[in-house]
């Protein structure tokens, strides 16, 4: 795990922190990091500061009060493992993927997967409609959205080659749209999308 790039960041933010309630000193203090060139805020900065980190990083706290906690170690390695799944399911670095997820564990865990894969993330609210998720995927030239099972109706007079990847609940199911890669591995089923 590379080091110095999470080191001159931390230097950079901690100018930032220092120089928070003057702003004149934070402008004229702060200067960009050098963390080179394939700098991945994901792997280089939280996977650097969650190695053995048992300290929690996410707390969700449900409209009924219940509470789900999870430390930075385990959002590494759930992040980790769902980098895997998707690069398996074909999303490759500067894939554009949409991300329609309520807040939940699964967006956090989402939004670090899809930087490690280097892809771009383009955050939506799960407020919109059809015809507003199509204006979306065609602008933005979305190739991979991630939602729930919940959310995949809006989906069905959407047009478009993409990649439609269900995560959180008991239903995990991945639909792939026609012309995009057919491959899976573990839990997960792949099916041609229904016209």
Not at 45 to 73: C, K, M, P
Not at 95 to 110: A, I, R, Y
Not at 139 to 148: C, E, L, N, S, W
Request: hydrophobic share 40%; net charge positive; aromatic share 6%.
């Amino acid at each position: 795990m590379r080091t110095e790039p999470a080191s001159a960041f931390r230097a950079a933010r901690d100018v930032l922190l220092h120089a928070r309630s003057d702003s004149a000193a934070a402008r004229r203090d702060f200067r960009w990091p050098d963390v080179g060139e394939t700098f991945n805020w994901a792997i280089d900065w939280f996977d650097v500061i969650a190695q053995g980190n048992d300290r929690e990083a996410l707390v969700i706290v449900e409209e009924d009060g219940r509470e789900s906690h999870t430390t930075y170690a385990e959002m590494s390695a759930r992040s980790d493992r769902l980098a895997a799944r998707l690069h398996d399911l074909g999303v490759g670095k500067g894939d554009h993927v949409l991300l329609m997820l309520d807040n939940q564990l699964e967006l956090w865990e989402s939004m670090l997967a899809v930087m490690k894969v280097g892809a771009v993330i383009l955050p939506t609210s799960t407020m919109l409609g059809a015809a507003d998720l199509q204006d979306r995927i065609d602008r933005g030239r979305v190739a991979h959205v991630v939602t729930t099972f919940r959310e995949t109706p809006k989906y069905a007079d959407v047009t478009g080659d993409f990649t439609r990847i269900v995560v959180g609940g008991e239903r995990r199911r991945v639909d792939v749209v026609p012309g995009r890669p057919r491959r899976t591995r573990a839990r997960g089923r792949v099916a041609p999308r229904r016209s």
